[in-house]
């Protein structure tokens, strides 16, 4: 026994000296490792290399990290908006919603006329170009919320503004403009004399956008009477925002040089130049129709147009840097507009939606009340919560100098797909009224137009199955980028240490994760550290986020050690465990909403529904995940590692679901939280929200009456058929107030303007359109 112990001990000795000491692992063992990933590790692209070295990495880090550190998210300080900002929020922004709705702008094809000259002189195309060049300098966040805004009224304008302060000419020039190019275009630009648009996407090459064939060739040619070095640039583009309108193009195309005018390198890549839209040759100007939306966007084109160098944004030095510019770019500006949008959407399905389930009575009751319409509205109010949460979060994050492109793909994808939801349940609860378009429908134009956000800046599928975790593996992970630094480093020594350092760090930080995961899941993670300035009804919440923290950075490590490089092209997995990554995000994100806001308990229903809802979904794809996973030996033990008692989450309740409905339903300091930033308008000009909204108080006075009457009525104090003959008999019978009479009758009449639908002369469609001539009947024999 005694020997086999001293053995034991030697035994354990010898891997411990062998692992613990650089000087001797590293031939033993992390040389020979790093020759076989040299052999297998797949080659990466310039294109590729720059997409994942784009941007930063923020609390992603830390989800990846499997330990979290919440005090760091916590004191992230909460956005907020300058006197400046908040007075362009409560003026400006509010005169243009005034000015344009989603009907009319249908109706016109366009905005009309006086709202783009608002636009143009307000500065709201100027909203990201610094002071010094005449823009507004606006944060992120104010930025964010302008956008969410506009949505609320009308999406032509929200995506006509958030398009020239999101990734186009503007972004790009800030960044990598010569002083001569800043100094023209973006005072111009600031004030609206110039419309942008960027035009990337080629007919041949649209999620794959680094494939496109548009093309440039550097030569000399003539340029305001003398020969000067340029490129003949031939491309072809379709779906581009303004660009039917726009005056300055941003052209993204790849750049060659046959005839090494510009040094030794034949394909210098993708170049962005900016092209004013009135040059000879280039064509704008027809249109597409997104779904109705019926903001500017459509194809445009050009054959052999000469250019000088000088176009070239940052000029000639920059020549084949474009990808790289787009990639850096796209991480802040798909931060802030869909998100915006997408918010904004809700916010105004909720705001809206909600106060006509009260109104509207069907069975003798308010919709909202019947359980099979508190569901949806459960999810509205909790899938709303967290979307601002993150919307409020990402943007707080890029006005801190991030620019969080793991992050940006999360919160493009799951606010435009909640976004999608929510939407979808508003539908379902108004029925017809939702359906038939018109002046006094609210929520049938969003819903038509949902996919174009799911559509843009990196499509949906796209973004979920290759994007959130494909880059948060590598960017996110504290060792696998420097392994694969390494991997691919020419200097062998310097390989050679760097390696071993990223190699054994990730075997110890693989190993604590698994170890972490398996402790928290045996003890419920009660043991958990939870910082003691976190609101205690949450502690739970922080400690199971760290427990699925440390099993998902567990999973991954494992995953990419079973299957490689070809994880990448699972890409159902790898959607999954994006998935996962994202639901602690936004779940982190509605814990610090529920801290920045003053712990509102009043707000607990709605910050409890998104979590659980969040710790189930993520739950559901750790399933997703081991289940399908390649080897059932290895999945079996990933599931006995993280959950080793089980599966602790379950859909959040129906009474829980019964409170967030509840909020929707009545005025309250929470659902204008909800809401804040709704356009609302007037109920005596008619506006939608602000009608319903009066109609909801209205209606909840009444009910109160109402209810006096029926009572009097079944105590056989009053009799009547008709309602108004019951009201006239409760009057008489002082069983109500003459006043409350008053109060009946206009709860009755605005609860009749608002499920009103409207409706058109018979051949409305066919006098709005023009009507082609008519082909010659044929003659029908007698
Ligand atoms: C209204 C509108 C406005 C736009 N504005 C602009 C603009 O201003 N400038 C500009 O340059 N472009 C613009 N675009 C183009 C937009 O970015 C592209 O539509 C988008 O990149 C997707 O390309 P696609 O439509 O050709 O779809 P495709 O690339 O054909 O994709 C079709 C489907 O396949 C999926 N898919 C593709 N590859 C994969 C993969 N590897 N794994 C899983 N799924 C995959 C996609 O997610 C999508 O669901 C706009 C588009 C629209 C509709």
Known sequence: MTTFLIVLAALAAAIALVIGVPAIRRPLISNRVLAVFRKVMPPMSQTEADAINAGTVWWDGDLFSGKPRWEKLLATPRPTLTPEEQSFLDNETEQLCAMVNDWETYDLGDLPPHAWQF???????????????????????????????????????????????????????????????????LPRLAKGLDIPAFGLTNPNAGSDAASIPDLGIVCKGMWEGREVLGMRVTWEKRYITLGPICTVLGLAFRL???????????????????????????????????????????PNSGKDVFMPLDWIIGGPKMAGQGWRMLMECLAAGRSISLPSSATGLSKLAVRGTGAYARVRN???????????????????????????AARTMTAGAVDLGEKPSVISGIVKYHLTERGRLVVNDAMDIQGGKGICLGPSNFIGRAYQQIPVAITVEGANILTRSLIIFGQGAIRCHPYVLKEMQATRDADRARASRDFDHAFWGHIGFTVRNGLRAFVTGLTGSHWVRVPANVAQENRRYYQQLTRFSSAFAFVADVSMLVMGGSLKRKEKLSARLGDILSMMYLASAALKRYEDEGRQQADKPL???????????????????????????????????????????????????????????????????????????????????GLIDAAMEAAIHAEAIEARIRAAQKAKAIVG????????????????????????????????????????????????????????????AA
């Open 256 to 298: 060659y040089d046959p005839d090494r005018l510009l040094g030794d390198t034949e394909d210098l890549g993708i170049t962005c130049a900016l092209v004013p839209a009135s040059t000879p040759g280039v064509n704008i100007g027809r249109r597409h129709n997104p779904l109705n939306a019926v903001f500017q966007n459509g």
């Open 119 to 185: 636009i143009k002189d307000k500065g709201f195309l100027g909203m990201i170009i610094p002071r010094q060049y005449g823009g507004k300098e606006f944060s992120a966040y104010a930025h964010s919320q302008v956008v969410t805004k506009l949505s609320t009224r009308c999406s032509a304008a929200a995506i006509s503004v958030m398009v020239p302060n999101s990734l186009g000419p503007a972004e790009l020039l800030l960044h990598y403009g010569t002083d001569e190019q800043k100094n023209h275009y």
């Open 362 to 388: 069907q069975f003798k009751t308010a919709i909202g009340k019947f359980e099979g319409i508190e569901e949806p509205l459960a999810r509205m109010g909790g899938n709303l919560y967290m979307m601002d």
């Open 607 to 689: 910050l409890d529904w998104a979590l659980w809802d969040a710790m189930f979904r993520a739950q559901n794809a750790f399933e997703g995940v081991l289940s399908n996973y390649p080897s059932r030996l290895v999945a079996t033990l990933l599931h006995l590692v993280i959950f080793p008692l089980g599966r602790p989450y379950v859909v959040p309740s129906d009474r829980l679901g019964q409170k967030v409905a509840k909020l929707l339903i009545e005025p309250s300091a929470t659902r204008d939280r909800l809401t804040a930033g709704t356009y609302l308008g007037s109920p005596e000009r008619d506006d939608t929200l």
């Open 721 to 780: 058929r008709a309602p108004s003959e019951l009201v006239q008999a409760a009057v008489a019978a002082n069983v109500i107030t003459a006043a409350e009479r008053d109060q009946l009758t206009r709860a009755a009449a605005l609860r009749d303007k608002v499920v009103r639908v409207d409706d058109f002369a018979q051949d409305w469609r066919v006098r709005r359109e023009e009507v082609p001539p008519a082909a010659p009947r044929a003659r029908v």
